[in-house]
T-cell receptor, first 113, second 109 residues
Framework: DAGVTQSPTHLIKTRGQQVTLRCSPKSGHDTVSWYQQALGQGPQFIFQYYEEEERQRGNFPDRFSGHQFPNYSSELNVNALLLGDSALYLC????????????FGPGTRLTVL | AQRVTQPEKLLSVFKGAPVELKCNYSYSGSPELFWYVQYSRQRLQLLLRHISRESIKGFTADLNKGETSFHLKKPFAQEEDSAMYYCALNTGTASKLTFGTGTRLQVTL
């Protein structure tokens, strides 16, 4: 089991563009959470998906949206990119039995120019 | 609102010295606290959580509700402990983690 995987590894976009990041959860996990980690900061919770629906959301604007597919994989979409969206985006998955046990992916580094 | 504070950005200790990474939290409910670690070029991984009261790699952490703290301790630091450590608070039943800004532990010879 490769654990949580994310693609792409790195991404460079310009202001105003849109981006889609992808995440495959660890085998057997059904819940996916997304975090944004700016340089020098801890991860900040964006939202969480369970049963293909957004279950919880952090303090992020509507430009940030997501989706979960029937196979539990997930996408994070960011529209109208701003320079401040430059960050490492982390995906974490958790199993049905213990939602508090989150396993993190390696992240996608997004740079907005 | 919930908050996690890790006052030290960098903690440098000698090999064999005791380690204490500080973490304070702010939350009105019943907290669940975690320590996550990120070694160089590796992903963020769970080190320990307070409900299991376990010791991982020699690290322990005790939840002190009176002082709202969850400090991470190890009696004798090893070189391989050098990493970034994050304290995190779970405030919901569905696992919404609030992280601190992290402390870089540097263990030198």
């Amino acid at each position: 089991d490769a654990g949580v995987t994310q693609s792409p590894t790195h991404l460079i976009k310009t202001r105003g563009q849109q981006v889609t990041l992808r995440c495959s959860p660890k085998s057997g996990h059904d819940t996916v959470s997304w975090y944004q980690q700016a340089l020098g900061q801890g991860p900040q919770f964006i939202f969480q998906y369970y049963e293909e629906e957004e279950r919880q959301r952090g303090n992020f604007p509507d430009r940030f949206s997501g989706h979960q597919f029937p196979n539990y994989s997930s996408e994070l979409n960011v529209n109208a990119l701003l320079l401040g969206d430059s960050a490492l985006y982390l995906c974490a998955s958790s199993p049905p039995s213990g939602a508090d046990t989150q396993y993190f992916g390696p992240g996608t580094r997004l740079t907005v120019l | 609102a919930q908050r996690v504070t890790q006052p030290e950005k960098l903690l440098s200790v000698f090999k064999g010295a005791p380690v204490e990474l500080k973490c304070n939290y702010s939350y009105s409910g019943s907290p669940e606290l975690f320590w996550y670690v990120q070694y160089s070029r590796q992903r963020l991984q769970l080190l320990l959580r307070h409900i299991s009261r376990e010791s991982i790699k020699g690290f322990t952490a005790d939840l002190n509700k009176g002082e709202t703290s969850f400090h991470l301790k190890k009696p004798f630091a090893q070189e391989e402990d050098s990493a970034m450590y994050y304290c995190a608070l779970n405030t919901g039943t569905a696992s919404k983690l609030t992280f601190g800004t992290g402390t870089r532990l540097q263990v030198t010879l």
